[in-house]
């Protein structure tokens, strides 16, 4: 499996943006479905929870229904890579954020690798 790296996050003002990036390691990125996931400040890593997926190939996306609207997903496969872009944010995103491959190519199967993550603090 790939080795995932995210980079992007920061702290940005309520209402900003923030465009979240997980590059792989290997070529067999463009095989997998890659899932978004957040753990909230003060939580268990173990309480992660799912924000976005997309597809191997990118033709399907699934959302939180928090995020809807205001984040988007999408991958370049060509450069192993996967992007969140993050609008509207509000101080509840606040939020460490971690990509992760599925072992399969649509976003039904489980994760088989996750990155370090990235922190996102929203704040005025």
């Known amino acids: 499996q790939s080795q995932l790296v995210e980079s992007g996050g920061g702290l940005v003002q309520p209402g900003g943006s923030l465009r979240l990036s997980c590059a792989a390691s290997?070529?067999?990125?463009?095989?997998?479905?890659i899932g978004w996931f957040r753990q909230a400040p003060g939580k268990d890593w173990k309480d992660r929870k799912g924000?976005?997926?997309?597809?191997?190939?990118?033709?399907?996306?699934n959302y939180v229904d928090s995020v809807k609207g205001r984040f988007t997903i999408s991958r370049d496969n060509a450069k192993n890579t996967v992007y969140l872009q993050m609008n509207s944010l509000k101080p509840d995103d606040t939020a460490i954020y971690y990509c992760?491959?599925?072992?399969?190519?649509?976003?039904?199967?489980?994760?088989?690798?996750w990155g370090q993550g990235t922190q996102v603090t929203v704040s005025s």
């Open positions: 924000v976005s997926c997309i597809s191997s190939r990118g033709d399907s996306t």
């Open positions: 290997s070529l067999t990125l463009g095989q997998y479905a």
């Open positions: 992760a491959s599925f072992n399969t190519a649509d976003c039904s199967g489980l994760v088989a690798s």
